[in-house]
Structures are given as C-alpha cells and as structure tokens.
C-alpha cells in the first residue's frame, strides 16, 4: 500500500528517471541535426543544451508554471482567509510556509508548485475563493499542501519544461528537413531513410510527451486527497469542494496544456461525454471517483 514516505521515493525516481529520458531523447535528436547536416559540432551543443535544461527545469520550472498560469502573489492583508488557512494548515503538516499565489479567473482550480518544499507555491484561483466555504477550502489546500509534502511538485513541475521542450525540438528538426539546406548529396537512399526518421520523431514527440505526463501517476491525486483529509480530519471538507468543482464546466480562461496537469481539476471544462473521453488519457482520475473514495 502506497504511503507518504514510499510515494516521496517513488517521486524522486520518477524525477531522475525523466531527466534522465530527457537527456537521451535531445541527444538523440542533436545526432540526427548533426549527422544531416555534417556538424558534429551540432551534437556537442546538443548535449550541452540537455544538460542546462535538466538544470535550468529543476532551478526555474515553478517560475515558467507561474507566468504561463498567470497567477500573481497574494498578501495577507488582500487575501487573509486565504493566506491564514494556507499559514495554518502548513504549520499542522510541519511544512515550511509556502508562497501564496492568486490567479483571476472565475474557473474554480487550484495548484502546488516549485522544486521542493523550502521554495513551494500553493496557487488558488479567484472563482476557488468565490465558492467555497472555510471548510471546503481548507480541504482543497490540505490537498495542495499534501503534493507538497508528498514530493509530487518537482515531478509534475519538470515535466512542463523537459516535454515542452522535446516538442520544440522535434518541431525545429521536422521543419529543418523540409525547408533547411541539409545533407542533400550523396546516398539519396540514406538521406531519405533521414527524413523519414525525422518525421516518425515529429509525430511521435507529442505522444512521447503525453505519455510522459502520464507516466504521473493517477494515484498521486489519490493519494494526495487521503493525505489532506487526514491533515484536515475532516474528508467531507475536501469532497464537497470538489462537488462544487465538479458542477462549473466552463473552462479557464486562461490555459496552457504544459500545466494542466498540475491543477486539482481539469481546466479546460468542457462536456461530459468530452470529460468521458479525456479520462483515458487523463493524469487526474474522475472527481466522482475521489468523492466516493473521501466519502463513500
């Protein structure tokens, strides 16, 4: 059975076992630009460029998740009950104060953010604040504040940066095949067995970067609600926010794929058949089902 320390290992893992992915897949790449274009001087930079990144996603990736959210830094003195609940809650899980963010958008949504749990965000959304109660709030910040104490933040948050990137790349070298001055003499047959790679690269990056996020197990949504229950000692708390959650189906206005799988519900709304559909290729597990397994 899943525990907080064995998904906090579990995490790490994770974490090493995407850079490491990351660091292959750009490698991989840069031979390709490199062997196309007959540069191996394009590789060294590929893989100088793999390893800042693994840096810079680890160092900066909760600032990209802030501005591509468009949250913006919440006072205690404008947000008090807000702020006081996440003061309150972080001193009860033994948790260093997180920063506190608020984003303007009547969708009601929340997420945890940053590299570990010395330099976390917790984030609500304005529409979070407008519909819940004390209670259900306190539920949905237990809840964010239990990915942080779960380790969940710095996988979910390097994801946004290393899969954004892998697209990018393949993107750039599909691009480069059709319209870029490569290696166009000699072996015609090898040059197009290069393009058809490319090509194969280009479809596949998306999916690779969909599998990825999957890679996310549903069970830390799970996991992390069991957690802020026992936090709040109050699960009907937590439930009922995500009742409330559940019944506003209009989407964020503003949204980035790169995140949506930080937040605690689908940002992007949409019908049930729609909602249906996504499950299967969704990081979150149905709200009815976390309801019923608070509550059930």
């Given at each position: ?59 900066y990736s909760d600032k990209i998740v802030i501005k591509l959210a468009g949250a913006k830094e919440a006072s205690k003195e404008d947000n008090f009950d807000l702020y006081t609940i996440v003061e309150n809650l972080s001193i009860t899980a033994g948790l ?131 957690s802020g229950a026992m936090l709040t000692r109050y699960p009907e708390g937590l439930a009922s926010a995500l009742q409330k959650i559940s019944e506003y189906s209009k989407p964020m206005v503003r949204q980035s794929t790169a995140i949506a799988h930080l ?34």
């Open positions: 059975m899943a525990t907080l320390y064995t998904q906090q290992t579990k995490n790490v893992e994770k974490t090493w076992l995407l850079m490491t992915v990351f660091f292959v897949v750009v490698i991989g790449i840069g031979w390709m630009f490199s062997y196309y274009y007959g540069n191996p001087d394009i590789l060294y930079f590929f893989v100088a460029f793999s390893i800042l990144m693994n840096i810079f996603s680890y160092w260093p104060m997180p920063k506190v963010y608020i984003v303007n958008d009547p969708a009601p949504n929340a997420f945890a953010t940053g590299r570990n749990k010395e330099h976390a965000v917790v984030c609500a959304t304005t529409g979070l604040l407008a519909i819940l109660n004390k209670t259900e709030l306190e539920g949905v910040i237990a809840h964010e504040l239990s990915h942080v104490g779960n380790r969940d933040m710095l996988l979910s948050t390097v994801v946004v940066v290393l899969v954004g990137f892998i697209s990018i790349l393949a993107s750039v070298f599909r691009n480069s095949l059709f319209f870029g001055g490569g290696r166009r003499s000699g072996d015609g047959e090898e040059n197009t067995i290069i393009i058809i790679i490319g090509i194969i690269l280009s479809i596949l990056a998306p999916l690779v970067a969909m599998l990825i996020q999957l890679a996310i197990s549903r069970k830390r949504e799970f996991l992390a609600d069991a937040y605690i519900a689908d940002p992007t709304g949409g019908s049930k058949f729609g909602k249906k559909v996504s499950n299967l290729f969704s990081t979150h597990p149905p709200i009815e089902e976390r309801i019923k397994a608070l509550v059930g």
